[in-house]
């Protein structure tokens, strides 16, 4: 079991546990219950919370009416002690910020079946619903999910001609969705060489989500990093150029504006699909302290199990950006 540490505030909380559960039980759900009473600390009852991917039922049990009355044992009721973890720079029990994700293996999965690649994307669609709907009940603020890449132009007009509609369709039918549930829609990639009528698509459906604040899915759309950094870099020289910045105090910080992702945090977590163990151009100056997590599952298979085992293995990593681990148990 894991322990955290960096520990500064306690609060209590009460939950219904399975009493056949093993000894140890009250801590474990202390340390599980992190995030669900932090993220509603005025609850008394995990019941009925979103729980943290590592949060196992076998340990926090919905209520039931129908529990078996057992009058000399002791109540079904427990206290908690809630320890909300002061650390930054560890995730245990906080889910990732912000998961980018590299969906792929789409035409691996039509092959297997001996389908048009096409069918592979139009399920990777779905994944794509499932996984965002997954990453809300998870506490997940941001989804960056990389659709289409400057390289993918190179691929058959067909099947680029499919992807562009599938996108479309994808955009008209999640709108309401996103709607509904506060979702901002973002585009990170070069925007204005897209076809226009996904443009046109796409600033509707940011136009109208614009509102909401703390959900974001971001669509990278012929996105490449190098791409990124060039269209960065002309616009740097041009402000330099025009005096509005000094090139000698450029600094990380002062380049951010610059790159599509600006209002963006970087990712915490990106996962890959399909087995394959790479960035492929994808957000490679943001990601420089994302934990990468590699799954050999195909894009369409992807689902909210496969998601919560990436939170998981997140939850066990320790993020140390550069400092040892002693410098963190301090900190
Ligand atoms: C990589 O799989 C996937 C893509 C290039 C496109 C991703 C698109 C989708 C998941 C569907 C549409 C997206 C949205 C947001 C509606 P691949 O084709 O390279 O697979 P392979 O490596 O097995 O050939």
Same mark, same amino acid.
């Given at each position: ?125 779905? &994944? !794509? *619903?499932?996984?965002?709907? @997954? $990453? +809300? ?6 989804? #960056? /999910?990389?659709?289409? =890449? ?81 269209? &960065? !870099? *002309?616009?740097?020289?041009? @402000? $330099? +150029? ?6 000698? #105090? /450029?600094?990380?910080? =002062? ?77």
């Amino acid at each position: 079991m894991r322990t955290a540490h960096s520990a500064s505030t306690v609060s209590t909380g009460i939950a219904k546990v399975d009493r056949s559960s093993t000894e140890g039980a009250n801590q474990e759900i202390s340390t599980l219950a992190i995030s669900a009473l932090k993220k509603a600390p005025q609850r008394t009852s995990l019941d009925a919370l979103p729980l943290h991917p590592s949060e196992q039922s076998f340990f926090i049990k919905p209520f039931k009416s129908d529990l078996p009355k057992q009058p000399h044992s002791a109540p079904p009721y427990i206290f908690l002690t809630v320890i909300t973890v002061n650390s930054t720079q560890s995730p245990k029990g906080r889910p990732p910020k912000h998961v980018a994700i590299i969906m792929d293996g789409n035409g691996r999965w039509a092959k297997e079946r001996g389908l048009p690649r096409i069918e592979g994307h139009r399920r990777g669609a779905e &994944a !794509v *619903k499932r996984t965002l709907k @997954a $990453a +809300q009940e998870n506490g997940v603020e941001i989804i #960056t /999910l990389y659709a289409f =890449s400057v390289e993918n132009w190179n691929r058959p007009k067909v099947e680029v001609d499919a992807l562009m509609s599938l996108l479309d369709r994808f955009l008209v039918d999640q709108l309401p969705v996103l709607i509904k549930r506060k979702i901002r829609l973002r585009v990170v990639g070069r925007y204005k060489e897209l076809p226009e009528y996904i443009q046109h698509r796409l600033r509707k459906s940011e136009a109208a989500t614009a509102q909401f604040t703390e959900h974001t899915l971001a669509l990278a759309l012929n996105y490449g990093a190098r791409t990124e950094v060039v269209d &960065a !870099v *002309k616009a740097i020289a041009q @402000a $330099a +150029q025009a005096g509005s910045i000094d090139p000698n #105090t /450029l600094d990380y910080d =002062s380049l951010r504006p610059y790159l599509y992702t600006n209002d963006l945090p970087d990712p915490d977590l990106v996962i890959r699909t399909s087995g394959e163990a790479r960035l492929s151009n994808f957000l490679l100056l943001q990601a420089a302290y994302a934990e990468i997590y590699f799954t050999s599952v195909l894009w369409p298979d992807f689902d909210e199990s496969h998601f919560k085992a990436a939170l998981a293995d997140y939850a066990s990593r320790e993020r140390r950006y550069g400092k040892t681990a002693e410098q963190l148990q301090v900190s």
